[in-house]
């Protein structure tokens, strides 16, 4: 699992490999170093995303939580069929910005 700061404004964070209960260990303190952006309009691009455990899941919702206590924007796009029904069956769709194509 990579994270990537790809551009500034908005923040763009590529999301590239599988992000499970290992990677998301591994890429914790990334994540953690984003809430220095909380206040900010993050987006997650999750084109090179393969897979997503409930850990990875786990990070996105704190992710999600500092954005919100701090007044930013989360937005998540580029999910692939199989990520976005996760979300959907986990109803975690209600609880994001995913830029879902049309």
């Not at 994270?3 to 964070?13: L, T, Y």
């Not at 590239?16 to 998301?24: E, H, N, P």
């Not at 937005?75 to 959907?88: A, G, P, R, V, W």
């Amino acid at each position: 699992m990579k994270v990537f700061i790809i551009n500034d404004e908005p923040i763009c964070v590529k999301l590239q490999g599988r992000l499970d209960t290992m990677a998301a260990v591994e890429v914790t303190p990334d994540f953690q170093s984003l809430s220095q952006y909380a206040d900010r309009h993050l987006v997650l691009d999750c084109g090179e995303l393969e897979y997503i455990s409930s850990s990875g899941l786990r990070l996105l919702l704190a992710l999600r939580k500092e954005v919100a206590a701090k007044g930013g924007k989360l937005q998540i796009c580029n999910l692939s069929k199989d990520i976005l029904q996760i979300f959907n069956i986990t109803g975690l769709i209600s609880l994001f910005d995913i830029d879902v194509p049309q």
